[in-house]
């Protein structure tokens, strides 16, 4: 159980921080399909 | 001089493209229409025929304007139906602002088929799949129902599964379970769910999905690996897997136990369906998830052309100039397609590791079996453990 619970919060983590590196990285739709020409801010 | 070499390029031009199109009407009759399409190509084409579009897809004007479009030529050398044809085919020279390799296609017709699959047969035939498949397990439990542990418990357990194969088999499970919803809510959002909740209930269940069937995502891969490394080892072909399928893995029949290793031919399907099913829903996620990077369908029709397979179920070649929406279409309706198949395989791993069989969770709870239950579905490798123990036992007794 406890080995079971371990992994469904190893779930959580990977996913927030896969989303913080990629964000990060500039792999969002906002930065890899506009440019300097497109302002969406 | 100059004038009269470009009027006899020009003469040249227009008699080549006559020529290619007196050719191009070897087949249906278009003289009443000047080469243009006919009412009958029109009917075909509503009627859903596959049409030769040859005649058209090339007639853009396109000779016709590089002789005028030259550095200082005048413009106007395509009419407004050729530049149309040129944009339908996806031939047209397009130049826009940086916004990635699908700005430049401003019509993609292929679309139109993409999304009547998968608003028709991909939902129809998917939901299907999957509940029949829950009403055959349903059916099995009724009829079988539960797989007992035949012969009398010795109240002693056998390390089946350490901490860390649990920590990945529960990585991966918890993953897939969330990707699985997730991405039903995400296919089945507009035609079930909005009509029960209405749009802006299902505006942030929508928003909130897709963040975590992005993200969880990875969780899904790493433990991919992490089974495939563990447990590879344990589920190459073995001898005892034939006398294993060849009596159903005894779940037919009470008190019939084929001998198995650590995994038996059954859990070998599934591992190897986990394997190449997850492996290839999570190339396919990949390629959706950075959009127009990652195409991988114009290469894959390719080689599979070239082994002949398509040919063979005949199919044809299959197209391998791909516009950038297509190669996300074919991705999605490959990914939603094997995910289905894939949901269907763990129902029935889900049912026969928990309410179908007697025993076989605490494999993956506390990782402790029952000796008997282990020598019933298990009995090659209980064997193995056995003589692995007494070996130990043996080198431990110290010497008197």
């Given amino acids: 159980m406890k080995v079971m619970l371990s992994a469904f919060v190893a779930i959580a983590v990977i996913a927030i921080g896969s989303n913080m590196i990629l964000m990060q990285a500039g792999f969002s739709s906002q930065d890899r399909t506009t440019g300097s020409a497109v302002r969406i801010d | ?400």
Avoid at chain 2, 35 to 46: C, F, K, S, V, Y
Avoid at chain 2, 213 to 242: C, E, G, T
Avoid at chain 2, 345 to 370: L, R, T
Wanted: aromatic share 10%; hydrophobic share 45%.
């Fill in chain 2, 1 to 400: 001089m100059l004038r009269a070499i470009l009027a006899l390029l020009l003469t040249l031009t227009f008699l080549s493209s006559a020529s290619a199109q007196s050719e191009g009407m070897a087949q249906p009759d278009r003289s009443a229409t000047g080469g243009a399409q006919t009412l009958e190509d029109i009917m075909a084409r509503q009627r859903g025929e596959k049409i030769d579009d040859s005649f058209r897809r090339g007639d853009t004007g396109a000779d016709a304007a590089a002789a005028l479009v030259g550095q200082l030529g005048t413009r106007g050398g395509a009419s407004d139906p050729e530049l149309w044809r040129a944009l339908r085919f996806g031939s047209a020279d397009i130049r826009t602002q940086y916004g990635g390799p699908a700005a430049g296609v401003l019509i993609q017709d292929g679309g139109m088929r993409w999304l009547e699959f998968r608003n028709g047969p991909l939902k129809t035939y998917g939901a299907y799949l999957l509940g029949i498949t829950l009403v055959l397990l349903a059916l099995f439990y009724f009829i079988r129902g539960k797989i007992r542990i035949d012969g009398e418990k010795t109240g002693r357990t056998i390390e089946r599964f350490k901490s860390f194969e649990r920590f990945g088999h529960w990585l991966l499970a918890g993953s897939f379970i969330i990707l699985g919803i997730t991405g039903l809510i995400v296919l089945f959002g507009r035609k079930v769910l909005i009509p029960l909740f209405g749009h802006e209930a299902f505006s942030p269940i929508a928003i909130g999905s897709k963040w975590v069937h992005n993200n969880v995502s990875w969780a899904f891969i790493i433990a991919l690996v992490m089974i495939f490394a563990m447990w590879v080892v344990h589920n190459l072909p073995h001898k005892s897997d034939l006398k294993w399928l060849a009596q159903g893995g005894g779940i037919f029949s009470k008190g019939k136990h084929p001998p198995a290793k650590k995994f038996n031919a059954g859990q070998k399907l599934i591992f190897w369906s986990v394997i190449v099913l997850g492996g290839s829903i999570a190339a396919s996620g990949l390629s959706l998830m950075f959009p127009f990077d990652l195409p991988m369908f114009a290469v894959t029709f390719e080689k599979l052309n070239a082994l002949g397979l398509p040919q063979l179920l005949g199919l044809g070649e299959l197209r391998t100039t791909l516009a950038p929406h297509e190669e996300m279409q074919y991705a999605q309706a490959w990914h939603a397609i094997v995910s289905f198949v894939l949901i269907a395989i763990v129902f029935a791993h889900i049912y026969i590791g928990s309410v179908g069989m007697e025993g076989a969770y605490d494999a993956m709870g506390s990782g402790q079996v029952e000796e008997q239950w282990a020598r019933e579905h298990h009995s090659l490798w209980v064997e193995e453990v056995k003589a692995k123990e007494g070996g130990v036992q043996k080198d431990a007794t110290p010497a008197e």
